[in-house]
């Protein structure tokens, strides 16, 4: 029996597996460990083994015998050095006991989810975005993603930062900034917008980079908007410049992971396309790419 987990910042894929067949699946909280405190990370980790626990129990019940958890494959994002990667794996081996665990960057996870064993070019655009270039086994280049703060161009977090910036300071349409207002600050007369998004930003109880991505969906409903789609296009545009055109777009196809990747592939791929870009696939549930990569 293997454990297969692909988590992002804001959601986590688990999987429970023998011989590559899922026996059971069990979503659970996203993890950055760079990002989060080490104690939210180690309670979402634990979480989600309760969970995969249950599941195992669940499955001797129907006379299924989940037996031994031989490896392990968990994907992150965050994987920035040895010392993370090494707590990591101790967590899970006390948790689990598997024969072998492989802990790995989520953005290793996209490209192998995304180009599988051929060379390429991966994007995440989630929450937050990433890219590298791909040789077929291993990450030969990598533009430094930066963060919410530095970077994720492209990403929701980028457009929930763009779209805060201009509300605090008037300039989102009204008729949007009043819809906001009563679905995400809670209404009234928005005396207290600025104290809660600052609260939300910089003092969050969770990821503020979550919290800003969790504005995502608001936003592109409004894309018919004028100025959401200045928004919109100019982000993506970003992700391109600063990105993409680092890399080989004429010999290397591009292969786009994430969620919010699925939502915006009618905008992103022509401006990719005038990019010089060639699109190999969206991939907005990369886990079941990387099933396939372990077991075939």
């Not at 996203?30 to 405190?37: K, L, V």
């Not at 680092?246 to 292969?255: E, K, W």
Request: with cysteine.
């Amino acid at each position: 029996m293997d454990i297969l987990c692909e988590s992002g910042a804001t959601k986590s894929d688990w999987r429970l597996l023998a011989e590559g067949r899922e026996l059971f699946r069990h979503p659970g909280e996203g993890t950055n460990i760079s990002a989060m405190r080490p104690e939210v990370v180690e309670e979402r980790i634990r979480q989600a083994a309760f969970g995969i626990n249950a599941g195992m129990e669940h499955l001797e019940k129907l006379g299924i015998a989940a037996g031994q958890i031989e490896r392990i494959w968990f994907y992150t994002a965050g994987v920035l050095n040895e010392d993370r990667r090494t707590r990591l794996e101790a967590l899970l081996g006390e948790l689990f006991h598997p024969q072998s665990i492989e802990v790995q960057n989520d953005l290793l996870a996209a490209a192998r989810a995304a180009c599988g064993r051929e060379a390429g070019i991966a994007a995440i655009l989630g929450t937050g975005s990433n890219s590298c270039l791909y040789d077929g086994e291993n990450i030969v280049r990598q533009v430094g993603a930066g963060g919410y703060i530095l970077g994720d161009e492209g990403s929701g977090a980028h457009l929930g930062k763009l779209f805060l910036s201009d509300y605090i300071k008037g300039l989102v349409p009204q008729d949007i900034a009043s819809e906001f207002r009563e679905l995400h600050l809670g209404g009234g007369d928005g005396t207290k917008d600025y104290e809660t998004i600052i609260t939300e930003v910089y003092h969050p109880i969770g990821s503020a980079s979550t919290w800003l991505g969790s504005l995502a969906p608001f936003i592109l409903a409004h894309y018919a908007n004028p100025y959401i789609k200045n928004m919109v296009d100019g982000s993506i545009q970003s992700f391109i410049d600063r990105h993409l055109k680092a890399y080989d777009l004429a010999r290397y196809p591009v292969g786009v992971v994430g969620g919010l990747a699925a939502s915006i592939q009618s905008i992103f791929v022509p401006l990719a396309r005038k990019a010089g870009a060639r699109i190999r696939g969206f991939y907005p549930r990369p886990i079941e790419e990387l099933i396939r990569y372990h077991y075939e």
